[in-house]
Structures are given as C-alpha cells and as structure tokens.
C-alpha cells in the first residue's frame, strides 16, 4: 500500500531542503525580515553622547570629590555658562569646569552627573558644590540604547523592527543579505489563456494563479517572475523556465497521462521531496528538488485555485520564508482552536478553510471560525477567510474545542 506522508511531515521535508542560495548587496529599506549573511558592528553608539534628563549644571564627580577631601567643605568649580557643541568636540577634559545643562542637551563622557541649581551655589564665575554627586546622576549614559564595540547584528540574525531601528541610528549605506529564491509561475494546459488576456476566445478562460502568487510574493518580498501558459514538451519546458527562476511552480488541468509526463520530466535531475499530499487533489501534487548544479526547487499541482491557497499556506509560503529567517526559525505551524462547530454533507477533509479571530481564554490558542473544507470551497469562501487549518483526521464534523494546526494566507 502506498504510503501518504501527513501536511506536516510534508513541511518538515521542505524545510530540510532549503539551502542559501548566495547573498547580496540590498539598501537597508529592503532589509526588513531579511536573515543577514554578514555581521553588522556599531560604528557609533547611540546616543553618541551622554545626555541630560534634568536642569542643572553638568560636572565630573571625581574632581569635585577630590576638592571635597582636600578643601574646606566647598568644591569650587570654574563655570563655563551653558553648555555648547564645542564642547563635545574638545579633545581636553576641562574637569575642573562645569556648565550650565536643561533637558536633552548633549554632554561629553568626562561630565558624569548633573546635579540640581538648588544643590549648587554660583558664585560669579564659580560653582560652588558642598556634595559628590552621584556618578550618572541626571544623565542617561551614552550607549545607553546601542553600546560602542558589539556586533549589533549577529549573522543569521533576521532584520525585524527593533534591529532595523538600531541600524538606522548607524545609518549604514547597505547590508548584505541571504538572497531570497526568485518564484515563477507556469501554467500548462488547454483551456486557459493569461489573465491579461482581455477577450479569451471561446472554450478558454483567463488563468488566475499568475496575480494570485504574484501578490503573495509581493507581500513576502519575494522576487517574482510571470511565465503565464505555455505548450510544449514538459521534458523540455521545465528546466527552461527552472533556469529563469529558483522556484518554479506549475499547476494545469492535469489528465492521468499529463501528470505522468510531470512526473517522468522530474525523474532525471530532480529528487521527489514530496510525491504526493492526504487531500482529494493531493495525488497530482508534487514537490521535488534538483540533484544536479543549481539548487532549483519544483512544487506541481492539478489546477485550483482554493487548493493553491491552502499549499501557499501550509506548505509554500513557511518554505520561502526559511530562505530568510532559516527553517530553524520559521513557526512550522500555529496551533489553534475551534471556536464554532460545523458539519459538511459529501466527502471527507481535514484541510478546511477558518477565519481568525483572537485567542481562547486561558489557552492562548488562536480562535478559528471554520468556512469551509477545501475541497468544496470556492474563492468567495477563500476572501471571507484569512487561513487555511489542517484538523488531526479526515472529518465531516467539527467540534468547539478541538485542536487544529494554521497556516495563514
């Protein structure tokens, strides 16, 4: 008996595919959620400069103490008045002077504190202090956010909002990234014609994966590449637009013999790394891997839109982001739960199509509302949707409460 791997299982052999596939030079604007290929050193801390949280005067607490111990009871500092921008680029420590600071005004490292007017006295040109203050007091240190002298992003480390608001206070002109795959779509069948097709000719109908991918590639930043319908030799076909791309994925209305054409065009230089998937459709799915030169990456599939969905979801979609994020990272699959029942007349299937909507008290699991199954769904059912859910055995029934595993489009 055949043996027919599970959703998961699927993934997971995926997953264990991906290989870099080299790395480039991209601006930082295009380096969000992109998994870095090189480390990333502070040149600059930020802030550069200690920096002033209250209104006072900026002094050196060593000096003043060292003129508490030698003196009368008063530390006497020369006033320098308000405190300026050349000041911080005096290559002398003038730690014998003091200025004047209000709040946010920039202070260079060898001022360490700024104590209050009304713990002070000034004296015409002299400050007079009866106290050490306390080093740091009123300052809120240079580095404080990204200290000088560490690495600020560590290789494989993915660019997300706090680690592209640290590189922009470093303002570096690029950063070098693993490259994401470049996706092709190819449709090969009778009956269609591109979907920018304005009047199909009779018998024929506009395809619609080609916008439907291209707009999920286009949200994961994913480099995309529109092939629309071709004829022709699939031996023949296939390697000429892998070579165009890194991922290719072909679907048409396959018959018997064409799907075996698919399957015999991968037999020689590619290795099946999915050859079929537990869904009514799932047997004229595949996924495959090249074995030879370039790693190129094939998924093949019968002809639906509803079912292209649920694989970008489960399956497609967590295999591109493991280009970036690496496969160790990626969230295989979010856990949730059934938060209305439903039962469906006609075939059986755990591949449904649910509406997230919050977290189960108590659980933390996400909240699905259940559509439709896949295989009777239809693309309405698919835009009043935001996920696909896998259940943990083929059902006609579902159940409040029970446990199901997410994949979001």
Request: proline share 6%.
């Amino acid at each position: 008996m055949k043996h027919v791997i599970t959703w998961r299982e699927a993934l997971e052999s995926l997953l264990s595919s991906v290989e870099s596939i080299g790395t480039e030079n991209v601006p930082l604007r295009h380096g969000f959620s992109c998994r870095i290929a090189e480390a990333i050193p502070c040149h600059t801390p930020n802030p550069p400069y200690h920096v002033a949280i209250c209104e006072g005067y900026a002094v050196n607490t060593s000096f003043v103490a060292e003129k508490l111990k030698a003196g009368d009871g008063l530390a006497q500092l020369r006033y320098r008045g308000q405190i300026s921008p050349s000041v911080l680029k005096d290559k002398y420590e003038h730690r014998e002077s003091a200025y004047a600071v209000s709040d946010g005004d920039f202070i260079p490292e060898w001022l360490d504190a700024v104590i209050l007017a009304s713990d002070a006295k000034l004296q015409g040109s002299s400050l007079l202090v009866s106290e050490t203050p306390q080093k740091l007091g009123g300052i809120l240190p240079a580095g404080s956010f990204v200290p000088a002298d560490e690495e600020l992003i560590k290789e494989d480390d993915v660019i997300e909002g706090v680690e592209l608001a640290i590189l922009f206070s470093q303002l570096p002109h690029a950063v070098r990234i693993y490259k994401r795959p470049a996706v092709g779509v190819l449709l090969h069948t009778a009956g269609l014609v591109g979907h920018s097709v304005e009047t199909p000719r009779k018998n024929t109908m506009r395809e619609i994966l080609t916008p439907m991918f291209g707009g999920f590639m286009k949200k994961l930043g994913v480099p995309f590449v529109t092939m629309s319908v071709h004829g022709g030799e699939l031996s023949e076909l296939i390697p000429e637009m892998l070579a165009k791309v890194d991922v290719l994925i072909l679907s048409g209305f396959f018959s018997d013999s064409k799907w075996e054409e698919v399957i015999s065009a991968t037999r020689h230089d590619m290795k099946l790394t999915v050859p079929s998937l537990p869904h009514p459709l799932g047997e004229k799915f595949l996924g495959a891997i090249s074995n030879k030169g370039e790693r190129k990456w094939l998924f093949a599939f019968y002809y639906h839109p509803v079912f292209a969905v649920a694989l970008y979801a489960l399956l497609i979609k967590p295999f591109l982001e493991a280009f970036s994020s690496t496969a160790k990272l990626v969230s295989v699959l979010e856990d949730g739960v059934i938060s209305e029942g439903m039962t469906v007349d006609g075939p059986r299937d755990n591949l449904w199509i649910g509406l997230m909507n919050g977290l189960e008290k108590g659980t933390g699991l996400v909240r699905v509302k259940p559509l439709a199954p896949i295989s009777t769904a239809n693309l309405k059912t698919v835009s009043r949707g935001n996920c696909t859910f896998l259940t943990s055995d083929l059902m006609s029934e579902l159940r409040v409460g029970e446990r199901v595993s997410i994949g979001s489009y």
